[in-house]
């Protein structure tokens, strides 16, 4: 059995690759080679946060809280509305109380996501959505 993180995050993979975007954008992966194509595509970080120790028996559940970053990375120079538009669906996809799985593991959205001001690079127009997150294991 994978680990309580390990399980973690292939629940909040899994939620991702179940995305249904139209047009389909790409998803740049951790630690996975990626060619940035000019059109768009979404990058997502896993960012586990604290575990905080609520119960008194040492073999109790922490709470593992968590954040879950998917950027939009929209192509640059044309309305804003186009990258708002699909980070918007980014954080319909995780929905406040929404119930993901793997292995032993249940963990659940805390709140509606936030859809973080644009930002600008060189080459596109990058929209941060993050997802709140915790878990008892």
């Known amino acids: 059995?994978?680990?309580?993180?390990?399980?973690?995050?292939?629940?909040?993979?899994?939620?991702?690759?179940?995305?249904?975007?139209?047009?389909?954008?790409?998803?740049?992966?951790?630690?996975?080679?990626?060619?940035?194509?000019?059109?768009?595509?979404l990058r997502?970080?896993?960012?586990?946060?604290?575990n905080r120790r609520l119960f008194i028996g040492s073999t109790d559940p922490h709470q593992r809280?968590?954040?879950l970053q998917i950027d939009v990375f929209a192509k640059k120079n044309q309305d804003a509305s186009v990258a708002a538009e699909?980070?918007?669906r980014v954080a319909?996809?995780?929905?406040?109380d929404l119930q993901m799985t793997y292995g032993s593991?249940?963990?659940?959205?805390?709140?509606?996501?936030?859809?973080?001001?644009?930002?600008a690079d060189d080459t596109h127009w990058q929209t941060p959505v993050t997802v709140s997150f915790e878990a008892f294991a």
């Open 92 to 96: 319909a996809w995780f929905p406040t």
């Open 86 to 88: 699909i980070a918007g």
């Open 44 to 50: 997502v970080t896993h960012v586990p946060n604290i």
């Open 1 to 41: 059995m994978p680990s309580i993180e390990t399980q973690i995050w292939l629940a909040l993979k899994g939620r991702v690759q179940t995305l249904t975007l139209s047009p389909v954008l790409p998803i740049a992966w951790p630690n996975e080679d990626f060619v940035k194509p000019i059109t768009g595509y």
């Open 105 to 119: 593991i249940s963990l659940r959205v805390t709140k509606a996501p936030d859809v973080a001001q644009p930002i």
């Open 65 to 67: 809280i968590g954040l």
